[in-house]
Structures are given as C-alpha cells and as structure tokens.
C-alpha cells in the first residue's frame, strides 16, 4: 500500500504547525488586525468592481472577454435590484476559513447552488454560474488557502483571475504573482459530450450486463435441473455464479485445504482499503487539519503509515500456494511444466478485469465525480491513462514508467513479474530439493542486502512519520519487484516445507506452541511498533542506518510471523486465531478479492470527490467512511464479479486445452491434480486472485 502521499500531508500540516508556533505575540497581532479587513468576499468584490472598467484590464479585451463584462453589469444590476439569480449568484460564494489556526484551509460555498444559475436576460445568451475556488494566500500563517466564488460561465479564468488579483490588491496592498484562479479549479454546469472510448466503455459493459440478464433468466424459466444447463448459460448466469460464490466449505472438511489463508487474505484486503481510506481522508476538506500532527505521533497511526505490511500478506500467501500446488502438479506429470500455457493461461485470467478497470477509472469516474474538489481528491491521474495504459496490461508499469495509469496496479506487476520467474524456483526445488531451499533463502538474503544497501548509497528516507518514501525513492524502495521478493520467496520456502510434510502431523509440547506465539506476535509488533518512539515530535530522527535495517528487516521478520500462524493453524495450535481466521464467512469475500482490490479505489474516488461541506478528522470519522466505501465496494465487486470475472475465468477455461484423461487405474482426483497444472496454479492467494476451496483441494 502507497503511504507517500500521507507522509507528504502529514510533514505538511507539521511544518505549517511549527510555523504558527514560532510566530511571536507581536506578529499573531499584525494578522489579527490584517484579517479585520477581510469582510464577506463577495461584499469585497462588489465594493471593488463598482470602480471598476475595461481600462482596468491589462489586456485588450476578447470579445470574450466583453460578453463576460456584459454580464458582470447585469449581475452588478442584478443585485442592486435584488434579483433573485444574482442573489444565489453571490450567496453561494465562500468566505475566509474558519479555524485557520487549526488547519482549515478551506471553504466551499454553495457548489450546486451556483451551478443551478441559469438565468436568461431579455434577449442575450443565458447566464449561467462557473464555480471556481480561489486561491488566497493568507501571510505567514499558512502558504495558501482556497475561497468559493461563482461568476457568470462567460468570463474566463484568466479574466476571473484579474477580477481577483486587483480586489486583493485594494484589500491587503500585496502583488500576487501565482495565479489565484485557473481552468483545473473551475466548472461549470455543461459537459463535454462523451467521446468515443466512454460511449465504447458503456457500451461494453451494457452488452455484458444483458448477456448476464439474458443468461440468468433462461437460467431461472428454463432449466430447472441444473445438469442440463447449456456451458454458455451457465457461464453468464448470475444465479449460477452467485451459487457458486457463496457456497460455504465448512473448515476442515477436506484435509487437504488450508482454511485459514481465506482469513488472512480477507483481513489484508480490509487493511488496504482501510489504509486509503486514511489517504482520502487525510488529503479531504478537513476543519481540523492540524489535529494530524497529533495523530502521526499516536499508536493507531502505526497501522495506517505501516499499511505496506498487507500486501507483503499477499506476497507471502502467494508464494505459498503456487510451490505447493505446482510442485504437487510436478510430481504427477515427472518435471514436465508447460510454461507457456501457465503464463498464457495467467494472462488471460487477469488481463479482462484489469482493462475494465482502467476503461472505468479513465473514462466513467470523471462522468460520476461531480462536485468541488475534484481536482484535489485525485489519488490517481487518470490522464496518465491515455500514454501508460499499455504498460499496465503488459504488466512492466512498476518499471516503465513513474506515471502509473492506476497507482494500486504497481502490485499487479510486481506479481506477475515474480509468477514468470516462478518456473526457475519451481523446477529448482523439484530436482535439487532441499539444496534448491538453501539456495532460495541465500537469494532472499542477498536480495534484502541490496534493498540494504540502495537506501544506505542513495540515502532515501524511509521514516514513515517523519520523511516516508516519495518520488524517485517509491519507485525504488516500494514499486521496484526484488523490494517484496523476500515474502514471496519466505512463502515459497514455507509451501516447499509443507509439501514435504504434507500429511504429517508434528506433535508439539505446550512450552514450543506458547513461545512459536510469542516469538510470532513479537515479531509482528515490532514490525508495526518499532518506529513509534522515533514518530513522536520530540523525539530525535532515525540515522539512515537505522531507517535502512528496520526497512529491511521488517521484511523479512513480517513472512516469519506469518509462516508460524500458518503452520499452527494447520496442524491444530491455531486456537481462537484459526477460529477466526478459518470461519466460512471469509470465503465469499475471498472470492471477490480480485475485483474488491481493483475498484475499491474508484468508490473512494466517487466519495471524495462529491464531497460538498469540511469534514472533521477523527478515527471515527474515517471508520465511518471506511464503512460506506467497503460497502459499495462489495456491492461493486460482485457485479464486477458477475459480468467480467467469472464469465471470462469460466470462457477462457473453456478455450483452454485440457490434459488427456489418465488411465481408469489413477484415482480421479489425481488427474484433476494433473489438469490444475496449467490451469488453476496461478491461483494464488493475492488481493486479485481467489483461490477457493475446492482450488485447494490438490494440496496434500
């Protein structure tokens, strides 16, 4: 998870608050009286524009420009008459932030309410209202603040920018030189008209909505045995696939199923989108901004600023699965491995979900993000989508380019370049064995070594409180795949392990299980915790050497815990945790995680831009929001799941060539073993990718 952009908010707001600190009595009085001048902005602006003419322009004017001050006179005529759209007009213009001195630094007015104005004028063009927010530097306190104004839609943002520019002159005799309104932070109530990419887009997923109603009603009304339902049907069906997503497995009911790997997986998955809902709220409207120098330095904030640890889960769990499945697959067809078919086969599974996500993010989240801040609430730049949309579906994003056309894909491609490497580990510890172990563990050293060493020679910052990574260094230190190879190759250790034991049972004495927990959740406090002492504002920074071992160890110490819960939990000692971790509950959550991770960011998108009012930074606050986001999230993600995922999974299974039957001496499972080689070993457990129950059934 990308923890970048909070550290950079969190400096920020802690720099603006040593700034406020460090103001003498003398100077907080020169504000003071300097903020007494400062009435309504919109009186201010009208006071200003009764003098003011078209030689105040510096500029000849457009013709443009003199259809804008021909409205500007009506407006002026407008409320002197008081008319009631000149009235909205400048109702819905925001005033100086209250509680600047505690971070809020912004006010938003009435947005609906000026793009509502739509008001026609004896025989000239419709006024319309454009809202903009203003930029107004507010001296010494805060480097700049944003105010609402509403003016008539013709008037340009250069020559808004004009109005605004002489008005602060009058009022605080200060010269800007930045611009204080332009085009980004501007709307009006017209659309552009949908090209032909988002009429493509809606089209798609319209056909693929009917073909799933179509389906599920032949489904309902025609076959109602259910073995006699035609593939096509079946796969489109949303009564089929539903059935099929939440079916429950009761745990263990199949020895060869590790149930506890749906837990961990669902578990990481809320910890991602927890974490960037943390995001969001921390870059929201908050009127309470500086409340987050506070919060960087508590406890809770460790779990949200070491969010990254989630996605090493998956990582882990990823490496686990695929040795454990493959080297079962191996066994059964003698070392021979279709790698082609694997990677083909891998492809195609991903690829259709991760094109319409980027169709998605691209074209129709700008259509439902209607609302004020739309500029600012921008997690992701979508416009890096129409030049690095390709090196996302070529999966080489993490290295190709710094502008990611979804920020969150970087993990897709760091596993998908770990899974191409895979055969050489898999074929590795198929005919060397424990040799091939050793070698694998030397590797995940020297790999940790040379994240070690990069951070030592390039001197990147990875205090998360008080510097994080940014810039060149996240592309370095977090989006750079042999960063989160040592989880990946722990869990492929740990599947290696439980391939060799697979149905052994280790009898453990009670002082061994009681310190395998202790020395597992030491491991995973540290990991959290240990930076806390340093996050705290008195506290002396972390030397780089410091910052570099706890970066690099906690990469390796993370997997190490997790090998310990996965191994208790599966030969007994998982106590309450297996309880929780293995309840049936997790499994149609696991099943969604694919689609759950890809959109979870756009619903967060859609909420964060739509915001019309400040919000207050609390945890409970953002639990709130947390809460409505997941939501939406899941109800998102199965439809997702309904129309694109599952039919093209069972589509692509179809086309797929199928392994010849083994003769009727073998066992029938062994040749559904055989078969989940080049078909099912992909499915490991990662925030995009499910691997059910009976996917696990091979495990042995």
């Given at each position: 998870?990308?923890?970048?952009?909070?550290?950079?908010?969190?400096?920020?707001?802690?720099?603006?608050?040593?700034?406020?600190?460090?103001?003498?009595?003398?100077?907080?009085?020169?504000?003071?009286?300097?903020?007494?001048?400062?009435?309504?902005?919109?009186?201010?602006?009208?006071?200003?524009?009764?003098?003011?003419?078209?030689?105040?322009?510096?500029?000849?004017?457009?013709?443009?420009?003199?259809?804008?001050?021909?409205?500007?006179?009506?407006?002026?005529?407008?409320?002197?008459?008081?008319?009631?759209?000149?009235?909205?007009?400048?109702?819905?213009?925001?005033?100086?932030?209250?509680?600047?001195?505690?971070?809020?630094?912004?006010?938003?007015?009435?947005?609906?309410?000026?793009?509502?104005?739509?008001?026609?004028?004896?025989?000239?063009?419709?006024?319309?209202?454009?809202?903009?927010?203003?930029?107004?530097?507010?001296?010494?306190?805060?480097?700049?603040?944003?105010?609402?104004?509403?003016?008539?839609?013709?008037?340009?943002?250069?020559?808004?920018?004009?109005?605004?520019?002489?008005?602060?002159?009058?009022?605080?005799?200060?010269n800007f030189t930045k611009a204080i309104v332009d085009?980004?932070?501007?709307?009006?109530?017209?659309?552009?008209?949908?090209?032909?990419?988002?009429?493509?887009?809606?089209?798609?997923?319209?056909?693929?909505?009917?073909?799933?109603?179509?389906?599920?009603?032949?489904?309902?009304?025609?076959?109602?045995?259910?073995?006699?339902?035609?593939?096509?049907?079946?796969?489109?069906?949303?009564?089929?696939?539903?059935?099929?997503?939440?079916?429950?497995?009761?745990?263990?009911?199949?020895?060869?199923?590790?149930?506890?790997?749906?837990?961990?997986?669902?578990?990481?998955?809320?910890?991602?989108?927890?974490?960037?809902?943390?995001?969001?709220?921390?870059?929201?409207?908050?009127?309470?901004?500086?409340?987050?120098?506070?919060?960087?330095?508590?406890?809770?904030?460790?779990?949200?600023?070491?969010?990254?640890?989630?996605?090493?889960?998956?990582?882990?769990?990823?490496?686990?699965?695929?040795?454990?499945?493959?080297?079962?697959?191996?066994?059964?067809?003698?070392?021979?491995?279709?790698?082609?078919?694997?990677?083909?086969?891998?492809?195609?599974?991903?690829?259709?979900?991760?094109?319409?996500?980027?169709?998605?993010?691209?074209?129709?989240?700008?259509?439902?993000?209607?609302?004020?801040?739309?500029?600012?609430?921008?997690?992701?730049?979508?416009?890096?989508?129409?030049?690095?949309?390709?090196?996302?579906?070529?999966?080489?994003?993490?290295?190709?380019?710094?502008?990611?056309?979804?920020?969150?894909?970087?993990?897709?491609?760091?596993?998908?370049?770990?899974?191409?490497?895979?055969?050489?580990?898999?074929?590795?510890?198929?005919?060397?064995?424990?040799?091939?172990?050793?070698?694998?563990?030397?590797?995940?050293?020297?790999?940790?070594?040379?994240?070690?060493?990069?951070?030592?020679?390039?001197?990147?910052?990875?205090?998360?409180?008080?510097?994080?990574?940014?810039?060149?260094?996240?592309?370095?230190?977090?989006?750079?795949?042999?960063?989160?190879?040592?989880?990946?190759?722990?869990?492929?250790?740990?599947?290696?392990?439980?391939?060799?034991?697979?149905?052994?049972?280790?009898?453990?004495?009670?002082?061994?299980?009681?310190?395998g927990w202790i020395v597992s959740l030491a491991m995973?406090?540290?990991?959290?915790?240990?930076?806390?002492?340093?996050?705290?504002?008195?506290?002396?920074?972390?030397?780089?050497?410091?910052?570099?071992?706890?970066?690099?160890?906690?990469?390796?110490?993370?997997?190490?815990?997790?090998?310990?819960?996965?191994?208790?939990?599966?030969?007994?000692?998982?106590?309450?945790?297996?309880?929780?971790?293995?309840?049936?509950?997790?499994?149609?959550?696991?099943?969604?995680?694919?689609?759950?991770?890809?959109?979870?960011?756009?619903?967060?998108?859609?909420?964060?831009?739509?915001?019309?009012?400040?919000?207050?930074?609390?945890?409970?606050?953002?639990?709130?929001?947390?809460?409505?986001?997941?939501?939406?999230?899941?109800?998102?993600?199965?439809?997702?799941?309904?129309?694109?995922?599952?039919?093209?999974?069972?589509?692509?299974?179809?086309?797929?060539?199928?392994?010849?039957?083994?003769?009727?001496?073998?066992?029938?499972?062994?040749?559904?073993?055989?078969?989940?080689?080049?078909?099912?070993?992909?499915?490991?457990?990662?925030?995009?990718?499910?691997?059910?129950?009976?996917?696990?059934?091979?495990?042995?």
């Amino acid at each position: 998870m990308d923890t970048v952009k909070l550290i950079i908010i969190g400096l920020l707001f802690y720099l603006g608050l040593a700034q406020v600190s460090s103001l003498q009595v003398a100077t907080n009085s020169a504000i003071s009286n300097q903020a007494k001048k400062f009435r309504p902005f919109y009186t201010e602006f009208l006071d200003f524009y009764k003098n003011f003419s078209q030689d105040d322009l510096e500029e000849d004017p457009t013709p443009e420009d003199l259809q804008c001050l021909a409205d500007m006179d009506r407006l002026k005529r407008g409320v002197t008459l008081y008319t009631l759209w000149a009235r909205k007009m400048m109702d819905s213009w925001g005033s100086y932030p209250n509680g600047l001195l505690y971070g809020n630094s912004i006010d938003m007015g009435n947005y609906d309410e000026c793009l509502s104005i739509d008001k026609e004028i004896a025989n000239n063009p419709n006024i319309k209202g454009k809202y903009c927010l203003a930029r107004v530097p507010f001296p010494v306190v805060i480097s700049e603040s944003r105010v609402a104004v509403c003016f008539p839609s013709s008037c340009s943002s250069a020559l808004i920018d004009t109005f605004m520019k002489q008005m602060f002159y009058e009022m605080v005799n200060l010269n800007f030189t930045k611009a204080i309104v332009d085009d980004e932070y501007c709307k009006t109530v017209d659309k552009e008209p949908y090209d032909a990419l988002t009429i493509f887009t809606i089209v798609l997923l319209s056909i693929l909505a009917a073909a799933m109603l179509l389906a599920t009603l032949c489904d309902y009304f025609f076959f109602e045995d259910q073995s006699k339902l035609p593939e096509v049907i079946k796969v489109f069906s949303a009564r089929a696939n539903s059935r099929a997503l939440f079916r429950l497995v009761q745990p263990k009911s199949n020895p060869n199923v590790i149930d506890c790997l749906h837990g961990l997986r669902c578990m990481s998955l809320i910890w991602v989108i927890f974490g960037h809902q943390y995001m969001f709220a921390i870059m929201g409207p908050n009127i309470n901004g500086l409340k987050l120098v506070s919060w960087i330095a508590s406890p809770f904030a460790s779990f949200i600023l070491h969010g990254f640890f989630s996605v090493d889960t998956f990582f882990f769990l990823s490496g686990l699965l695929l040795v454990m499945i493959a080297l079962r697959s191996l066994e059964k067809t003698k070392g021979r491995l279709n790698i082609p078919l694997m990677y083909l086969h891998r492809y195609l599974r991903l690829t259709p979900v991760v094109a319409v996500a980027i169709l998605m993010h691209m074209k129709l989240l700008p259509i439902m993000n209607d609302g004020p801040l739309t500029y600012r609430a921008q997690f992701d730049n979508y416009d890096h989508c129409h030049r690095t949309w390709y090196l996302t579906l070529l999966y080489v994003q993490n290295y190709a380019t710094p502008d990611l056309c979804m920020n969150h894909t970087w993990y897709l491609a760091v596993d998908m370049q770990l899974y191409i490497l895979s055969p050489i580990f898999l074929i590795a510890l198929y005919k060397w064995g424990k040799k091939a172990a050793a070698a694998i563990f030397l590797l995940m050293l020297l790999l940790s070594g040379c994240l070690f060493a990069t951070i030592m020679t390039k001197k990147y910052p990875v205090d998360f409180a008080k510097g994080g990574i940014s810039g060149e260094s996240n592309r370095k230190l977090y989006w750079a795949t042999h960063v989160h190879a040592a989880p990946w190759l722990i869990g492929l250790l740990l599947g290696y392990f439980l391939h060799l034991n697979r149905n052994k049972s280790f009898k453990l004495n009670r002082i061994f299980i009681w310190l395998g927990w202790i020395v597992s959740l030491a491991m995973l406090f540290a990991s959290l915790f240990a930076l806390y002492p340093a996050a705290q504002w008195s506290a002396e920074a972390l030397t780089l050497g410091e910052q570099a071992a706890y970066y690099t160890l906690s990469r390796i110490a993370w997997p190490l815990a997790l090998c310990w819960v996965v191994f208790a939990c599966m030969q007994g000692y998982g106590g309450l945790a297996n309880s929780f971790l293995s309840s049936p509950l997790w499994q149609p959550l696991s099943k969604l995680s694919f689609t759950a991770y890809m959109f979870h960011i756009f619903m967060q998108q859609v909420h964060a831009r739509r915001l019309r009012t400040n919000a207050v930074f609390t945890d409970y606050d953002v639990m709130l929001y947390f809460w409505q986001a997941f939501g939406f999230t899941l109800l998102m993600s199965y439809v997702i799941y309904i129309i694109v995922e599952a039919p093209f999974g069972a589509l692509e299974g179809m086309m797929m060539p199928q392994r010849k039957p083994k003769p009727k001496t073998e066992a029938p499972d062994e040749t559904q073993t055989d078969k989940i080689l080049v078909v099912e070993v992909q499915k490991t457990a990662e925030p995009h990718e499910h691997a059910t129950s009976s996917e696990q059934q091979q495990i042995e």
